[in-house]
């Protein structure tokens, strides 16, 4: 049975979390956690089995495309560049290298430049409208913006579930890899593919013994259950320092701090599970399927630099050359700009036996 949960306000780190089942009479949105509305939706979904991982697929990545927004001042200043943009994606990827799921950016970084925006996006329905800025259609569109905050206060992200009204990602510029954030981007992500935080109050607490793993928490039963343990997880050693007693199930809280969908500091999270990224898939292929139809092509360049319609060492020559002139067949990430990540790239291209 849910329980209501009271709205929580912590500020470790500056930033504030709540939960979905606020206490009867408060109006103001949590949209950290599904909503009364949306739980019922969810449910029905895991009964018809659209969150089960697809069987017999392939070992081949999907790259799903994400279109990049950043939020400039009005002369054009502030915000990330593209260089760190693209930190952001490679941070993303390889937290996400094992799931099936890759991310590109298959178009140029849209700006949008606006003091009014870049200062004060402080309010839910500011940020919603922010996400409905300018949208890709078939793409994640993603915003970068200073200053995120809600009612609640700052905040470091915020996504969409399949079941939002709202569609989109918005993520606070002093909360990505380049600031020494590596896991935020990675984690709202998951958030727009159906995974919760392994803390999820909206379905019932789950039991330490895991006895009613796939109806409470975060619905994912190779995650721990998880008291939250923002606050009480030391950075160093990204161990958790907590005492939370479990209110059913055996044995004491073990609670997974390096699992990317944890409230443990952003240098821990480094982790996926295998039923994380079953879910995640399942809802990429059955629940966002313009995504996989929209989805990158594996060769958005080739990596035959030299033409010779066959991939030898002499391609690495080749690419240097075309690295150091800026010419088009550098651009091996297909992203409108030559930069090292291309030699990534080129590598990935190399391996993948992109001829054209």
Known sequence: MLRSIGRVMLVAGGLHTCSALADPGDTAPCPMSPSIHEIPIIEGRMAIGLYNPPANRSGIDIRVPITFHVIRRSDGTGGPIESEIELALDSANSLWSESGIQFCKPGATIEHLSDE?????????????????DQVPDTI???????????????????????SAVQGIAVDNGCLPHTGNP????????????????????????????????????????TPADPNVRGEVSPGDCVWN?????????????????????YSPSTCRDELTPMQTGRALATLINL????????????????????????????????IDAFNTQSPSADQNGDG????TDFTAWITNFNAGCLG
């Open 117 to 133: 925006l870049y200062n004060n996006t402080d309010t839910l329905s500011e940020v919603n409208e922010l996400r409905s800025m």
């Open 141 to 163: 569109n993603v915003y970068f913006v200073n200053n995120l905050r809600i009612e609640i206060g700052s905040i470091c992200g915020i996504s969409s579930f399949t079941t």
């Open 183 to 222: 896991s935020t981007f990675a984690h709202e992500l998951a958030h727009y593919f159906d995974l919760y935080h392994t803390h999820e109050p909206a379905f019932g607490d789950e039991c330490t013994d895991g006895l009613n793993c796939d109806i409470a928490g975060d619905l994912v039963c190779d």
């Open 242 to 262: 907590g005492n939370d007693q479990p209110d059913c199930g055996e044995g004491p809280y073990t609670p997974p701090v390096r699992n990317v969908m944890s």
């Open 288 to 319: 966002r399927p313009e995504l996989v139809a929209n989805a990158c092509d594996p060769c958005p360049n080739i990596a035959d630099v030299n033409g010779d319609n066959a991939l030898t060492p002499a391609d690495f020559t080749a690419w």
């Open 337 to 340: 700009v030559i930069t090292p």
